[in-house]
Nanobody
Framework: QVQLKESGGGLVQAGESLRVSCLAS????????MGWYRQAPGKQRELVAT???????NYADSVKGRFTISRDNAKNTVYLQMNILKPEGTAVYYC??????????????WGQGTQVTVSS
């Protein structure tokens, strides 16, 4: 069993910063790609940023220069530092991880999500 648990969401004003974290726990040998996605009301879930176990990073164009993704492989944790937040960034932010489990199976997992609300 593998669980992803996000934390750190909240309500901020436009222009402020927020950091969200996601801890992967359970029967994990290692985590491969990890990432953050978000879903605004009435919209589809979209990619925000991903990071490989080797540190290669990909950002959505809408967050480049403002958001920073990082990870701590020893802790199976991924972070998303969000600066200069905009009201359009209001969404539920979901963590995703591709996990190699003990026994050799590889599967993708989602967290429950954490709400980020940016007021104008």
């Amino acid at each position: 069993q593998v669980q992803l648990k996000e934390s750190g969401g909240g309500l901020v004003q436009a222009g402020e910063s927020l950091r969200v974290s996601c801890l992967a726990s359970g029967s994990i040998f290692s985590t491969n790609d990890m990432g953050w996605y978000r879903q605004a009301p009435g919209k589809q879930r979209e990619l925000v940023a991903t990071i490989t176990s080797g540190g290669s990073i990909n950002y959505a164009d809408s967050v480049k220069g403002r958001f920073t993704i990082s990870r701590d492989n020893a802790k199976n944790t991924v972070y998303l530092q969000m600066n200069i937040l905009k009201p359009e960034g209001t969404a539920v932010y979901y963590c995703n991880a591709n996990v190699l489990r003990y026994g050799g199976s590889v599967s993708g997992y989602w967290g429950q999500g954490t709400q980020v609300t940016v007021s104008s």
